[in-house]
C-alpha cells in the first residue's frame, strides 16, 4: 500500500477540466500508441499491460472522466483488444488476455496479456465479489453490442492499509487520527499478520468493482 492511496481516498475533485476537445483528441492517440502489441518485447517479458495514461485523468491523484468520455475511452480499449487478440491467436500459444474494467474507477482501467511462463501470472490479481451484479451496461449503453462480445467476472478493487504505516503517517502528519479511524472504520476485513518482529493489522477497504472481460 502506497501513501499516495491515501491521497487519492481523501482528495477533493471539484476542480473543473476544461478543453474536452483537446481530452478528446488524446483518446486517439492513446489507441495509436497503444493498439500495436510490441511481439518482440512480450516474447522476451512475456507479460504486458496498458493503461490509460491520459492527463489530467491518470495522475498522481486521479480522477474519473464523466461517462461519456469514459465510453469513447472504453471503445477505444476494445479496438486495441482485438487487435492484441488476433496478434496472439498468430502466436498460436495459449495465453491469458482480459480487459480490467474498474467502476466506479473507471481511470483505473487496463488491457493485460501474459503467455509462456507468466501464463498463470494474472490469475489471481482480485478476491471474487461473492454478491451478484449485473454488469453496467447502462453506463456504456452506445457499446453494449461490443460489450457482449465478453465474458465478464466481477471482482473487488481493494484498497490495502498496513496498520504500522497507518501509525507511521499519523505520527509525521500526513493524515489525522479522524483519516485514520475512517480507514479502519470502512474496512470490510482485518486481517492479523505476525512476523519476526510481532503482529500487526492490515485494513481492506472495497473501492469497488473489477469487472474482468474476456471475448468469449
Not at 502489441?37 to 496498458?50: F, K, M, T, V
Not at 467502476?103 to 478476491?127: G, H, M, T, W
Request: include cysteine; glycine fraction near 4%; aromatic fraction near 18%.
Amino acid at each position: 500500500m502506497i501513501k499516495g492511496s491515501v491521497q487519492v481516498l481523501y482528495y477533493s475533485k471539484k476542480k473543473k477540466i476544461r478543453g474536452w476537445k483537446r481530452h478528446k483528441r488524446k483518446i486517439e492517440r492513446w489507441k495509436q500508441s497503444a493498439i500495436n502489441l510490441n511481439i518482440d518485447c512480450l516474447r522476451n517479458y512475456q507479460r504486458q499491460y496498458e493503461k490509460l495514461w491520459i492527463h489530467p485523468f491518470y495522475a498522481w491523484v486521479r480522477k474519473n472522466p464523466p461517462n461519456w468520455y469514459n465510453r469513447l475511452l472504453l471503445d477505444s480499449m476494445i479496438e486495441v483488444y482485438l487487435e492484441w487478440h488476433q496478434k496472439m491467436v498468430d502466436e498460436n500459444e495459449e495465453f491469458y488476455l482480459k480487459i480490467w474494467l474498474y467502476d466506479p474507477n473507471f481511470i483505473n482501467s487496463q488491457i493485460v496479456v501474459a503467455y509462456r511462463d507468466c501464463l498463470d501470472f494474472y490469475n489471481k490479481p482480485f478476491e471474487i465479489r461473492k454478491e451478484y451484479k449485473e454488469f453496467p451496461f447502462y453506463k456504456f449503453h452506445s457499446l453494449r453490442d461490443k460489450l457482449e462480445q465478453f465474458q465478464w467476472d466481477l471482482h473487488i478493487e481493494i484498497d490495502y492499509y498496513d496498520e504500522n504505516d497507518l501509525n507511521e503517517w499519523l505520527e509525521e502528519g500526513s493524515l489525522t487520527e479522524k483519516e485514520v479511524s475512517k480507514i479502519k472504520g470502512e474496512a470490510y476485513e482485518t486481517i492479523k499478520f505476525e512476523n519476526e518482529f510481532g503482529s500487526y493489522l492490515q485494513y481492506s477497504l472495497d473501492k469497488g468493482d473489477v469487472w474482468i472481460g474476456t471475448l468469449k
